[in-house]
């Protein structure tokens, strides 16, 4: 079973972990959002480009999107830069 959704944020490529920079994005409140601190499946797009995937926690109370590099290559963007995330369906 799967719900909409219509939410949309603007984020960095680029998510601390532990002193480490992983290329992902973090969605702010998320878990508020999403009325839950485990993985979340969701469909949407980034920068119009459609995406399929999870929201993992961040360990900080929040969730990340991870952005592939063949991702990051379709969408002409690297680490620290800007994009616009759209989610469009939640996933059971």
């Known amino acids: 079973m799967s719900s909409p959704l219509d939410h949309t944020f603007v984020a960095p490529i680029g998510v601390d972990v532990k002193g ?3 290329s992902c994005i973090e969605m702010p409140g998320s878990a508020e959002f999403f ?3 485990k993985s979340v499946r969701v469909v949407g ?3 119009d480009v459609p995406v399929t ?3 993992m926690p961040t360990g900080t109370g929040g969730h990340m999107f991870s ?3 063949k991702l ?3 969408l002409g963007k690297d680490v620290g830069d800007e994009v616009v ?3 469009t369906e939640r996933l059971a």
């Open 85 to 87: 995330m759209r989610l």
């Open 20 to 22: 480490e920079i992983w």
């Open 67 to 69: 952005v592939s590099a």
């Open 35 to 37: 009325g839950t601190g």
């Open 53 to 55: 995937g999870g929201f």
């Open 72 to 74: 990051r290559k379709t």
């Open 45 to 47: 797009t980034i920068d």
